[in-house]
């Protein structure tokens, strides 16, 4: 890091005000955010301006000098990519841009969550996909792939590599018995197919949405020192079929049309050739994706990677209720791996169901059905209780007389307000980790009054704040209501 810090002097002639390392995800290479009040002088010679550089520290000379050649290139070739400005000798550390922090990653993230794209997030995915044929085709001329690191080229070596990947660091670590020479077989197969469309485009090899940036409104593309010589279905299939990503199949489809519409602006292409050979290479980036997965996950202990195995084993049964043929060995062998206990029992499309009860301390605090153990219980029998008159004795807090008393007295407020913000901060966290259920409980002395009314106000808060199901449950009244789940408009930039 010290040297970063020198080579940021050298290239600015002022210290850094703040150094912030950033997340690497997957990557072994290490990032820092280098911030100055002043540094450079602006254009007209005047006061210095404030200035922000990425430091990024390799591990390796071969690969930094890869990534170097390929940002050089790219930026010769008017492609959005981040400037390296100044570098070592040695080309193990050097400076690049600040493209910001928004990851396409994140600018989707409603999407992800919910499954429903808002209109400014595919337009941004669109733009992205447009961008990838254009990098593909554009960034391929004059290139030099002998500068790729570690293959100059998407060939058998590279194929055999990421399948004996899935074999050795996931289907083995999954304990599943099945015949080698079998599977090696149909492996061969794949190889075979998969290397009939060779092709001297670029393949970026990993092209997600955490490897693009959004800047001034437009996508930027990072991380792709691993690229080098191939097909170009190899991203599409990364990009489109991200493990998180939740792109339902009809968005999928568009998404593919607007990138052929622009690679044929470059390449003669058959559709359905296209399509046909696709999905060869879905099932062959969805095994790979799995191997990094398990040797991230399972070996190196990294969360961010066992997270993400429910969802590419989600991708792969979806794969499979359509899969070719071609290699029935291998479909058999990933049929049994999606039905192993470990990843039956899991679901990850399962939206979150808040449940609301009211009830009586007299008859116990309601039992949570789910099986997690409960969730919050509020006590409401501080709040000024209706029931002490006669008048309200017969009614419940879902009725006005009972509502008037309770907002006239005032005391239900804040304490409903406290209550909002404990909540709120949960579900949005459950709703972020992939949570189910959720369990939000209101007693009094007879579930009757305070609790109902409490219920009632925290359901229709929940449920117009996140739009997931609401379960209300009035259980001294025996009484059950559901609020469904219903899509949250939200204004993003597009």
Same mark, same amino acid.
């Given at each position: 890091?010290?040297?970063?810090?020198?080579?940021?002097?050298?290239?600015?002639?002022?210290?850094?005000?703040?150094?912030?390392?950033?997340?690497?995800?997957?990557?072994?290479?290490?990032?820092?955010?280098?911030?100055?009040?002043?540094?450079?002088?602006?254009?007209?010679?005047?006061?210095?301006?404030?200035?922000?550089?990425?430091?990024?520290?390799?591990?390796?000379?071969?690969?930094?000098?890869?990534?170097?050649?390929?940002?050089?290139?790219?930026?010769?070739?008017?492609?959005?990519?981040?400037?390296?400005?100044?570098?070592?000798?040695?080309?193990?550390?050097?400076?690049?841009?600040?493209?910001?922090?928004?990851?396409?990653?994140?600018?989707?993230?409603?999407?992800?969550?919910?499954?429903?794209?808002?209109?400014?997030?595919?337009?941004?995915?669109?733009?992205?996909?447009?961008?990838?044929?254009?990098?593909?085709?554009?960034?391929?001329?004059? !290139?030099?792939?002998?500068?790729?690191?570690?293959?100059?080229?998407?060939?058998?070596?590279?194929?055999?590599? /990421?399948?004996?990947?899935?074999?050795?660091?996931?289907?083995?670590?999954?304990?599943?018995?099945?015949? *080698?020479?079998?599977?090696?077989?149909?492996?061969?197969?794949?190889?075979?197919?998969?290397?009939?469309?060779?092709?001297?485009?670029?393949?970026?090899?990993?092209?997600?949405?955490?490897?693009?940036?959004?800047?001034?409104?437009?996508?930027?593309?990072?991380? !792709?020192?691993?690229?080098?010589?191939?097909?170009?279905?190899?991203?599409?299939?990364?990009?489109?079929?991200?493990?998180?990503?939740?792109?339902?199949? /009809?968005?999928?489809?568009?998404?593919?049309?607007?990138?052929?519409?622009?690679?044929?602006?470059?390449?003669?292409?058959?559709?359905? *050739?296209?399509?046909?050979?696709?999905?060869?290479?879905?099932?062959?980036?969805?095994?790979?994706?799995?191997?990094?997965?398990?040797?991230?996950?399972?070996?190196?202990?990294?969360?961010?990677?066992?997270?993400?195995?429910?969802?590419?084993?989600?991708?792969?049964?979806?794969?499979?209720?359509?899969?070719? *043929?071609?290699?029935?060995?291998?479909?058999?062998?990933?049929?049994?791996?999606?039905?192993?206990?470990?990843?039956?029992?899991?679901?990850?499309?399962?939206?979150?169901?808040?449940?609301?009860?009211?009830?009586?301390?007299?008859?116990?605090?309601?039992?949570?059905?789910?099986?997690?153990?409960?969730?919050?219980?509020?006590?409401?029998?501080?709040?000024?209780?209706?029931?002490?008159?006669?008048?309200?004795?017969?009614?419940?807090?879902?009725?006005?007389?009972?509502?008037?008393?309770?907002?006239?007295?005032?005391?239900? !407020?804040? !304490?409903? /307000?406290?209550?909002?913000?404990?909540?709120?901060?949960?579900?949005?966290?459950?709703?972020?980790?992939?949570?189910?259920?959720?369990?939000?409980?209101?007693?009094?002395?007879?579930?009757?009054?305070?609790?109902?009314?409490?219920?009632?106000?925290?359901?229709?808060?929940?449920?117009?704040?996140?739009?997931?199901?609401?379960?209300?449950?009035?259980?001294?009244?025996?009484?059950?209501?559901?609020?469904?789940?219903?899509?949250?408009?939200?204004?993003?930039?597009?």
């Amino acid at each position: 890091m010290q040297s970063l810090t020198q080579l940021f002097y050298k290239y600015t002639g002022v210290m850094p005000d703040n150094v912030e390392q950033l997340s690497a995800s997957g990557s072994n290479r290490r990032y820092f955010r280098f911030t100055a009040k002043g540094g450079q002088p602006s254009a007209d010679g005047g006061q210095q301006t404030p200035v922000s550089l990425i430091g990024v520290q390799g591990t390796s000379a071969e690969e930094n000098h890869a990534f170097l050649y390929m940002d050089k290139h790219f930026l010769e070739h008017g492609l959005n990519v981040p400037r390296v400005v100044a570098q070592s000798d040695d080309e193990m550390i050097y400076l690049q841009e600040d493209l910001g922090d928004t990851l396409l990653f994140n600018y989707i993230a409603e999407g992800r969550k919910t499954g429903v794209f808002c209109e400014a997030e595919k337009q941004m995915l669109r733009k992205t996909m447009r961008a990838l044929a254009r990098f593909q085709v554009v960034g391929s001329k004059d !290139f030099d792939y002998n500068q790729c690191y570690p293959q100059p080229e998407f060939n058998l070596r590279s194929i055999n590599w /990421d399948l004996n990947y899935f074999k050795y660091c996931f289907l083995k670590a999954t304990g599943l018995e099945f015949q *080698e020479d079998r599977l090696e077989s149909d492996f061969e197969r794949l190889a075979y197919i998969l290397l009939k469309h060779r092709m001297t485009t670029f393949m970026y090899r990993d092209f997600q949405s955490r490897n693009v940036m959004i800047h001034n409104g437009e996508p930027w593309f990072i991380d !792709f020192q691993g690229g080098r010589r191939g097909p170009v279905y190899y991203d599409v299939a990364s990009f489109l079929w991200q493990a998180k990503a939740n792109f339902h199949q /009809d968005l999928r489809e568009e998404l593919i049309e607007v990138y052929l519409n622009e690679l044929e602006l470059y390449l003669p292409i058959n559709r359905q *050739e296209f399509h046909e050979t696709l999905r060869h290479f879905v099932l062959f980036r969805t095994m790979q994706v799995l191997g990094a997965y398990g040797f991230r996950g399972y070996f190196e202990k990294k969360p961010h990677f066992l997270q993400s195995i429910p969802f590419a084993i989600e991708n792969l049964r979806a794969l499979l209720k359509d899969c070719t *043929e071609d290699y029935p060995y291998l479909i058999e062998v990933l049929h049994q791996m999606t039905e192993m206990k470990q990843f039956k029992e899991i679901s990850v499309r399962r939206p979150l169901v808040v449940r609301v009860y009211s009830f009586s301390y007299k008859k116990g605090i309601p039992a949570d059905e789910s099986g997690n153990g409960g969730g919050f219980v509020f006590d409401c029998r501080a709040v000024n209780n209706p029931g002490k008159y006669e008048r309200y004795k017969y009614i419940t807090g879902q009725e006005e007389p009972v509502i008037k008393f309770l907002e006239d007295d005032g005391e239900i !407020f804040p !304490f409903l /307000d406290a209550a909002y913000t404990l909540v709120d901060a949960s579900v949005k966290r459950y709703i972020d980790r992939g949570f189910q259920n959720l369990m939000v409980s209101f007693g009094c002395t007879g579930g009757q009054h305070r609790s109902v009314y409490a219920a009632e106000k925290m359901a229709k808060h929940i449920n117009d704040k996140f739009g997931v199901e609401v379960q209300l449950i009035h259980r001294e009244q025996n009484i059950e209501n559901v609020l469904p789940a219903k899509e949250i408009t939200k204004k993003r930039d597009a």
